[in-house]
């Protein structure tokens, strides 16, 4: 039924509202002293320059594959967590297979150095 | 609450595991092995490539289906099995020395090898959409990494970026083809697609899957005219990697492919028999006449492979039995003669310098008679010259598209394969009736070469004499 749908169009019209609201009145009310540190993009301390087309260092993109390999396989556990007991064994030699078979690449990339930055 | 397990089966899927456990115990010895002992990993691989061939023999005659219908072992799945066992281990003969001589001796060489294996053996024998599509990837991601292998050389590097963009572009078009066809029929297995058609035989949505499925097929299998990544990648690619993946490639797409349409659409295909045929065409003329004006023999080889996925497809139009045994047949023909005719290029080169133009051939035959008569016999059975396992895989294709009403597909087949035989006659021509290049009269043809080159010519000698035991093996079908 579509009237069911109506928590959902309320929720969405007090989120534009809350939102339109707090921008104006922040806009409207607060001071407004600029200096160039708080108008960069980021105020980490690493100013922002150049092209974003400029060559990166191989390193950054080695880091961020094998942490996204290793973050994918956390996400993996979660359900199988969540899921332990109806699992029983078939459920935890399936995922100590998927984890040996993930050791394995873990110690190869190890042993070849690929943690270390220099 | 209680969870369903599929039927786990894993006697199944024993090939491909046996592989992958390969490459796992290799990639584990690559790290405690010194440096002048890599080419041991090697022969690590080939072991398990024969167990792997030991277990689809032992599932040989007995179909069984597993993972609630996502696998399967029928005798075509394990034909092409077979196929690919085959020609992986051929080619990892002819990369013992290859890699050593372009100073990429490294046991990942190996490892990659034997991944892109695994991956090619599930997606002939996967009976699901989103197994072929992970199979796909699977045997693709390793197959970038060695086009690329040789890392100090920017063609080989090119080339491996080339056939990564436009592979990463053809599996979008694969998996946008699943989407539809699951939003036309709620299943991706291919059996329930057919059942869900035999219901509802209307079904846009379903042609609109199926057309970007046909794209994302004649990418892998390199259908003109979604061909231009061939030449360059073929080209450019370490000569060993060129080898393996023009014969496996083949042989694990096509699987996939006949299995995807004469298993799941079969209903349609009044449709796609004509756009086939048509491709089919195509395919093969383009890709003779353009290997007629290469003088590169990698190049003419890029485009002969093209040629050759063309009639191959003739047995798909013709479909029924004789076309599915058909095409198993010259798969395995085109395997041991392609891998062949890669393997007397490496035979021959000097170190890292490759004899790759047609012309550095000449004089070939007085220098080294028994490579250079292997490589002519290679080249004549992909013309297509009797006795050979060309010859009888042609004839068995034509023969099919005859018997189902395709007469004039197997007309225009046998016309390129007239055209054909001028460019494959030209470097024996060089060899046999060309003075001596300077240069290329001190070559130590390495033994392992040379052993592959022998196995290769003895299976196109005995498929093309005695094809009988092949082509009874080659008729067993699928399992509905």
Known sequence: MPVDYLPILVMIAIVTAFAVIALTLSAMTGPRRPNPTKLSPYESGMPPFGSARRRFSIKYYLTAVLFILFDIEIIFFYPWAVLFRDLGWFGLSAMGTFMLVLLIGYVYVWRKGGFEWD | ?480
């Open chain 2, 1 to 480: 609450m209680s969870l369903s397990v599929p039927d786990l089966n894993f006697r199944v899927i024993a090939p491909a595991l046996i592989v992958a456990l390969t490459a796992l115990i290799v990639l584990l010895a690559e790290l405690v092995t010194p440096a002048p002992r890599k080419r041991w990993l090697g022969v690590l691989g080939l072991i398990g490539l024969l167990i792997a061939a030991g277990a689809t023999v032992g599932l040989w005659g007995a179909p069984a289906s597993a993972f609630g219908g996502m696998v399967v072992a029928d005798n075509f799945g394990l034909f092409l099995t077979l196929v690919i066992l085959l020609g992986a281990a051929l080619s990892i003969l002819l990369a013992l020395d290859f890699v050593r001589a372009h100073r990429v001796d490294q046991g990942e060489y190996y490892v990659l090898v034997l991944f892109a294996v695994v991956g090619m053996i599930l997606m002939a024998t996967a009976t699901d959409l989103i197994v072929i599509f992970l199979a796909l990837e699977l045997l693709s991601l390793p197959l970038y990494i060695l086009a690329a292998f040789k890392r100090a050389d920017a063609r080989s590097l090119e080339a491996g970026l080339k056939y990564f963009l436009l592979g990463a572009f053809s599996s979008a078009f694969f998996l946008y083809g699943i989407a539809f066809i699951f939003g036309g029929t709620g299943t991706t297995n291919l059996m329930k697609i057919a059942d869900a058609l035999a219901k509802n035989p209307r079904n846009d949505l379903l042609l609109v899957g199926a057309g970007l499925l046909l794209v994302g097929f004649a990418f892998k299998v390199a259908l003109v005219p979604f061909h231009w990544w061939t030449p360059d990648v073929y080209d450019g690619a370490p000569t060993a990697v060129t080898a393996f993946m023009s014969v496996g490639v083949k042989a694990a797409a096509f699987g996939a492919f006949f299995r995807a349409f004469l298993v799941a659409l079969p209903a349609f295909a009044f449709d796609w028999r004509i756009v086939l045929a048509a491709l089919a065409v195509l395919t093969m003329t383009l890709g003779n006449v353009a290997a007629l004006l290469q003088s590169n023999v990698k190049r003419m080889l890029a485009y002969s492979s093209i040629a050759h996925a063309g009639y191959i497809l003739i047995a798909l139009v013709a479909m029924g039995a004789s076309g599915l045994s058909s095409a198993l047949f010259y798969l395995l023909a085109y395997t041991l003669t392609n891998l062949g005719a890669f393997g007397a290029v490496i035979a021959l080169s000097d170190g890292e310098r490759e004899r790759l133009e047609i012309r550095d051939w000449g004089g070939a035959a007085r220098q080294y008679p028994f490579i250079a008569a292997m490589f002519a016999i290679f080249m004549l059975s992909l013309a297509g010259f009797p006795p050979l396992a060309g010859f009888t895989g042609k004839f068995l294709i034509f023969s099919a598209a005859v018997e189902t009403g395709w007469a004039w597909l197997a007309v225009i087949g046998v016309l390129n394969s007239l055209v054909s035989a001028y460019f494959y006659l030209r470097p024996i021509v060089q060899m046999y009736m060309s003075e001596p290049v300077p240069g290329w009269d001190r070559i130590r043809v390495a033994p392992l070469v040379a052993l592959a080159l022998v196995l290769a010519l003895i299976g196109v000698i005995a498929l093309g004499l005695y094809p009988t035991p092949a082509i009874v093996m080659a008729t067993g079908g699928f399992l509905r």
